[in-house]
Nanobody, 118 residues
């Protein structure tokens, strides 16, 4: 099993920045891809960014150029640096991890609230 714990959410003004962290523990060797999802009220959960063990990344079009995902394998931690935040980025952000060969994410964190408002 893998446990994921997010931190770093909060309230920020439009144009501001936040950095989310996700610390993984447990059977870390079973993880390949790690990602960040978000879910806004009344909307479906969407993939924001993902990173492989080798460092390849992909982003949702809505966050390209503003968000950066990174991974510190020594600390078993994934980060999401969010810049130029917009009110539409308001959501609960979830960290997720995927085992090699899995078509969907296998492990989820509890989520952290990000609110962008003046």
């Amino acid at each position: 099993q893998v446990q994921l714990v997010e931190s770093g959410g909060g309230l920020v003004q439009p144009g501001g920045s936040l950095r989310l962290s996700c610390a993984a523990s447990g059977s870390i060797e079973s993880i390949n891809v790690m990602g960040w999802y978000r879910q806004a009220p009344g909307k479906q959960r969407e993939l924001v960014a993902a990173i492989t063990a080798g460092g390849s990344t992909n982003y949702a079009d809505s966050v390209k150029g503003r968000f950066t995902i990174s991974r510190d394998n020594a600390k078993n931690t994934v980060y999401l640096q969010m810049n130029s935040l917009k009110p539409e980025d308001t959501a609960v952000y979830y960290c997720a991890a995927k085992r090699p060969g899995s078509s969907s994410y296998n492990y989820w964190g509890q989520g952290t609230q990000v609110t962008v408002s003046s």
